[in-house]
């Protein structure tokens, strides 16, 4: 929700997005004495809202409604989460406008699956979902749809090594994508949260992650809570991470798109194999599954909110050991052999 500002007056205001008007942003304006209660209007402002919306969606276009819902959500959602919608509808009133003015009550199960079964030629089985949950979003109780969906596809991982990770930390050494890089592979953080991180977050060698650095949909870049309140935590950084950002004197002055434009230059100026900065993360995870940490803590640290991620991570770990393993039971065999034979 919209958080309320103190204004000069003394009283709270938290103002709420409704809309386009002659091309310029509108918004609805509560204040009341004390912040919470102005943040309780808005609230009930956007519930009162939303409750309308079901009440007369039915008869309206799709593309009316699905402007009403972003404009309703985009007082409660994140600015990146606000965006990917942003995107979608674009996408469905550039290549499927007879769909978006359909009325919602006339919408059949066959025009959905018409549209998922397109979009799963060009788009991924996860992009394709996404379409298909905010569609569904808009139609609501109207219709039970039971679409068909592309079949999940395992996420391609790459996670480097620990002689990777040593030639990356002295490759960025001194530079802007040493300290994303100490906190991405040392303490799990995600690229956003580094962005969002303040040396004041910084207590021994305890970081507080509780902000993130996101793109909001006037592409400009915005601080913002986690997602998540797993996302909102306290991580035990290794001593030699705090002390090194102690001497920097800040976290870094890049935005996360910057960071992976920087990260993919410095992998391939060094010759390490491509992975994304992302994979830093996951890295730091099974590291510390191959250690024994237990998967509670280390889904804590990482702000997980499920193992289903730290399950493919360790798949993945496996299956590049695969040839490794492989090869010893292979020189076993070949060496019982070798020696059975020549006992002959």
């Given at each position: ?5 103190k204004l000069?007056s003394?009283?709270y205001r938290?103002l ?6 002659n091309?310029?942003?509108?918004y609805k304006?509560f204040?009341a004495?004390?912040k919470k209660?102005?943040e309780l ?6 519930m009162?809202?939303e409750?309308?919306?079901k009440n007369t ?6 593309c009316?409604?699905?402007e009403n819902?972003?404009a309703?959500?985009?007082?409660v ?6 965006r990917g919608y942003?995107n979608i ?5 550039e290549k499927?406008?007879?769909f978006?003015?359909?009325?919602i009550s006339?919408?059949?199960q066959?025009?959905v ?8 030629k ?10 298909h949950g905010l569609?569904?979003?808009?139609i609501?109780s109207?219709?039970t749809?039971?679409t068909?969906m592309p079949?999940?596809?395992?996420p391609d991982?790459?996670?480097p090594?620990d ?5 990356l930390?002295?490759a960025v ?5 040493e ?7 040392f ?5 956003g949260?580094i962005?969002?991180?303040s040396m004041?977050?910084i207590?021994g060698?305890?970081?507080h992650?509780?902000h993130?650095?996101v793109l ?7 601080l ?6 797993t996302s909102?935590?306290?991580i035990e950084?290794p001593?030699?991470v705090?002390?090194r950002i102690?001497?920097v004197g800040?976290?870094t002055?890049l935005n996360?798109?910057s960071?992976?434009?920087m ?6 100026r060094?010759n390490?194999n ?12 099974s590291i510390r ?5 237990s998967?509670a803590?280390i889904m804590e ?8 991620v730290l399950k493919s991570?360790?798949r ?5 050991r695969?040839?490794?393993m ?10 019982l ?6 006992t002959?």
């Amino acid at each position: 929700m919209a958080t309320a500002k103190k204004l000069p007056s003394g009283k709270y205001r938290c103002l709420i997005y409704i809309g386009m008007e002659n091309g310029k942003r509108k918004y609805k304006s509560f204040t009341a004495d004390t912040k919470k209660e102005a943040e309780l209007k808005a609230t009930q402002y956007v519930m009162d809202k939303e409750k309308n919306r079901k009440n007369t969606q039915n008869e309206n276009l799709f593309c009316d409604e699905l402007e009403n819902y972003i404009a309703v959500k985009e007082a409660v959602l994140s600015p990146s989460t606000i965006r990917g919608y942003r995107n979608i509808q674009k996408m469905l009133k550039e290549k499927y406008s007879i769909f978006c003015n359909i009325k919602i009550s006339d919408i059949t199960q066959d025009d959905v699956q018409n549209i998922i079964s397109n979009l799963s030629k060009t788009k991924s089985p996860k992009t394709v979902r996404n379409y298909h949950g905010l569609i569904s979003s808009i139609i609501g109780s109207n219709l039970t749809l039971n679409t068909t969906m592309p079949q999940r596809v395992q996420p391609d991982l790459c996670i480097p090594s620990d002689s990777e990770i040593q030639v990356l930390v002295n490759a960025v050494t001194n530079t802007e994508l040493e300290i994303p890089v100490l906190l991405g592979a040392f303490c799990m953080m995600r690229r956003g949260e580094i962005c969002g991180l303040s040396m004041n977050d910084i207590k021994g060698n305890t970081i507080h992650v509780h902000h993130s650095l996101v793109l909001g949909t006037d592409k400009e870049w915005h601080l913002k809570a986690p997602k998540t309140e797993t996302s909102d935590r306290y991580i035990e950084s290794p001593e030699f991470v705090t002390n090194r950002i102690r001497e920097v004197g800040h976290i870094t002055n890049l935005n996360p798109h910057s960071i992976t434009i920087m990260f993919q230059r410095v992998l391939s100026r060094n010759n390490i194999n491509h992975f994304r900065f992302h994979d830093l993360r996951h890295y730091s995870a099974s590291i510390r599954h191959a250690l024994g940490i237990s998967d509670a803590y280390i889904m804590e640290d990482g702000g997980w909110r499920s193992d289903k991620v730290l399950k493919s991570v360790y798949r993945h770990a496996m299956n590049d050991r695969k040839k490794e393993m492989s090869s010893k039971v292979n020189s076993h065999f070949k060496e019982l052999c070798n020696t059975n034979c020549n006992t002959k």
